[in-house]
Nanobody
Framework: QVQLVESGGGLVQPGGSLRLSCAASGSIFSINGMGWYRQAPGKQRELVARITNGGNSDYADSVKGRFTISRDNAKNTVYLQMNSLKPEDTAVYYC??????????????WGQGTQVTVSP
């Protein structure tokens, strides 16, 4: 099995910064795309940012210029640096990874979520 463990959430004032981390472990052959999603109360889960194993990334329009996604392939870890945080960024943030368990078996996994609260 594969586990994704997130860390780095918390309470921050508007304009502040947080860095989220997500480490994958288990029976991993390779990891393809990784990403961060978020879900605010009463809203659907939405894509925040994603990155390929080659380092190509894209972002939701609402976070462009403020958030940066990166990954360390040697550590099977993806990061989300969040700057200039706004109250509307408040949500549970989930890590996602498309994991190859073998040369022919691929499965998508989710982390347990980490709360980010932006409030004065």
């Amino acid at each position: 099995q594969v586990q994704l463990v997130e860390s780095g959430g918390g309470l921050v004032q508007p304009g502040g910064s947080l860095r989220l981390s997500c480490a994958a472990s288990g029976s991993i052959f390779s990891i393809n795309g990784m990403g961060w999603y978020r879900q605010a109360p009463g809203k659907q889960r939405e894509l925040v940012a994603r990155i390929t194993n080659g380092g190509n990334s894209d972002y939701a329009d609402s976070v462009k210029g403020r958030f940066t996604i990166s990954r360390d392939n040697a550590k099977n870890t993806v990061y989300l640096q969040m700057n200039s945080l706004k109250p509307e960024d408040t949500a549970v943030y989930y890590c996602n990874a498309n994991v190859s368990l073998s040369t022919i078996h691929t499965r998508r996994y989710w982390g347990q979520g980490t709360q980010v609260t932006v409030s004065p």
